[in-house]
């Protein structure tokens, strides 16, 4: 008889959530694995990690990073972050905590997984979260992730001018970035209180380790899944140092959208043609394993302001107010977000760190990005920005291996900006930010772009050449083991999770997204934790 009746392999935002409802049935023994250390309490957490203002744990060289690398498109290199420690990349992320809109989930639904629709997800949405401002049939308020919007009182000027911009340009204010159809300027919700980065590990985990049927073991590299034939029968991974061997009655990768496919890969799940060139024994054949990979795309508009703000990354945040809008001619409601931020490069990313590693994480930092990036950031050097962020696009990316070790990591490939329709709506994003920039509330900060460059937004092709060479991603991985309802046409999972061609093997995380939802995925990946434990019951 296996020792566990459930192996979590991943204690990220999902596999908390997962881990915490699964171990509510005290007769279910469930083992929860995460490569990274465990921090029981907030205080226990390092500073980077514990306040949601500091975001130097995303340097390439931080312990708590897997850092992975990225081609956005041909020359455009980037060191993608996420999170190796209890918690995941919900104890690394900004905080940004808005739901994806209903017709994300009805998407879903409609694409056969019927158990994904709006109404159907509406309840573990409330279920997860207390929201401190909004109290109604949408918002929750018992449970795990206290949610939050900033007071103008804490805004910094930038985010005062911003929305005021947005007003004074005819768009419509929103107060709940939350609500059902919501669209327009407001206040981002987010997971942040009091400075704390409220993850997973301290909301979901922390009240349920007490609990005699969840075990938790941290420092665990899983490498693969183990089988008798097609049933998964446990894993196999590392643990200082040593080899492990683990059993259980079921076995769900809660990795996350680059793992998660990864130790399918590794575990003779995939593209077969890919793992047999690496002599990877093919168990099934499943073509879309490491597929549909989808993200936001982001371009930054740079600014300098009057002077420079002075933010405490301890008590703040990077960003406080955002657009949400429909592009012109776009069928796809909600499809396009600006976001200003104020991240100081000395307080929020290189916060408490000693002068050795502060040249190092400047170098790594440099190496992570475009040339055209770092000759804009040596040139300029600024605090402020306005993002594009395309919260839906036709660009669709791959995960794939570079060997069959488990050590080394994968390469994903975004293939970002390479259709047309993508490039038309972010070229009118740029010029709307731009417009926005040049208003009222902005000249009262004497706010002044600097790139791109007017000549740059006065021509379709020198803009299109800048998106192409200062595109960056939002970190949002999505879609890798899609689920749907047929095996082999795009699909890995079924709407319950569980993996086409095997049995007693499930994916629970934000790969199983058909799409990468109109919103930050952060709160969707929780969901999809408290939605799945339905499943098992």
């Avoid at 566990?4 to 171990?23: H, M, Q």
């Avoid at 089988?227 to 196999?236: D, L, P, S, T, W």
Wanted: aromatic share 8%.
């Amino acid at each position: 008889m296996p020792r566990y009746d459930v192996i979590i392999v991943g204690a990220g935002s999902a596999g908390c959530a997962l881990a915490a409802r699964l171990s509510e049935n005290p007769a279910r023994r469930v083992l929860l694995l995460e490569a990274g250390p465990h921090y029981p309490t907030a205080n226990a957490f390092p500073k980077e990690l514990r306040h949601g203002g500091i975001l130097s744990s995303m340097a390439p060289d931080h312990p708590n990073n897997w850092a992975f690398s990225a081609t956005l498109r041909p020359g455009v290199e980037q060191i993608v972050p996420r999170g190796k420690v209890v918690g995941g990349s919900s104890a690394l992320n900004g905080t940004l905590f808005t739901r994806a809109l209903p017709e994300d989930f009805d998407g879903w639904a409609s694409a056969g997984n019927y158990e994904w629709s709006f109404q159907k997800v509406l309840p573990y949405l409330r279920k997860l979260e207390t929201d401190l401002d909004f109290h109604d049939d949408f918002h929750g308020s018992s449970g795990p992730i206290p949610v939050r919007r900033a007071r103008p009182a804490e805004w910094p000027p930038v985010a005062h001018a911003f929305l005021q911009a947005c007003l004074e340009a005819g768009f419509p204010e929103d107060p709940d970035m939350n609500a059902p159809r919501s669209i327009g300027a407001g206040v981002l919700p987010v997971n942040n209180v009091n400075g704390i980065r409220m993850n997973t590990a301290i909301t979901y985990l922390k009240a349920a380790l007490d609990r005699p049927n969840l075990t938790v073991r941290a420092g665990f590299f899983v490498q693969r899944v183990l089988f008798n034939g097609a049933k998964a029968r446990g894993i196999e991974g590392q643990q200082n140092g040593q080899n492990v061997e683990l059993e259980g009655g079921e076995v769900v990768l809660s990795a996350g959208a680059v793992k998660s496919p990864h130790l399918l890969m590794l575990s003779g799940i995939g593209p077969a043609q890919q793992l047999r060139r690496f002599n990877i024994p093919v168990l099934c054949d499943s073509p879309n394993v490491g597929q549909n990979f989808s993200d936001h795309a982001s371009v930054a508009v740079r600014i300098q302001v009057r002077n420079d703000l002075q933010i405490d990354p301890l008590k703040s945040s990077w960003a406080h107010t955002a657009l949400h809008y429909t592009a012109g001619g776009s069928d796809v409601y909600s499809d396009m977000m600006l976001l200003p931020s104020s991240i100081p490069l000395n307080k929020a990313i290189l916060y408490d760190v000693g002068l050795m590693r502060r040249a190092k994480m400047l170098m790594d930092i440099v190496r992570s990005m475009s040339i055209a990036k770092v000759i804009d950031q040596v040139l300029h050097g600024s605090d402020h920005s306005i993002s594009l962020i395309m919260m839906q696009s036709k660009a669709r990316g791959t995960m794939e291996l570079t060997s069959a070790d488990p050590a080394d990591k994968p390469l994903l490939n975004y293939n970002y900006f390479e259709n047309e329709t993508d490039l038309a709506r972010a070229r009118d994003g740029m010029r709307l930010a731009a417009r926005l920039l040049d208003s009222r509330p902005y000249r009262q900060i004497e706010a002044v772009r600097f790139s791109p460059t007017d000549e740059e937004l006065a021509s379709d092709a020198a803009l299109d050449e800048f998106l192409r060479t200062h595109v960056g991603t939002s970190i949002h991985m999505s879609g890798t083991c899609q689920m749907g309802p047929e095996f082999g046409l795009g699909a890995v999972v079924d709407q319950y999770c569980r993996v086409y061609g095997v049995e007693g093997l499930r994916v629970v995380d934000t790969s199983i997204m058909p799409q990468v939802v109109r919103r930050c995925p952060a709160n969707t990946a929780v969901m999809i934790g408290e939605r799945a434990a339905a499943f098992f019951d």
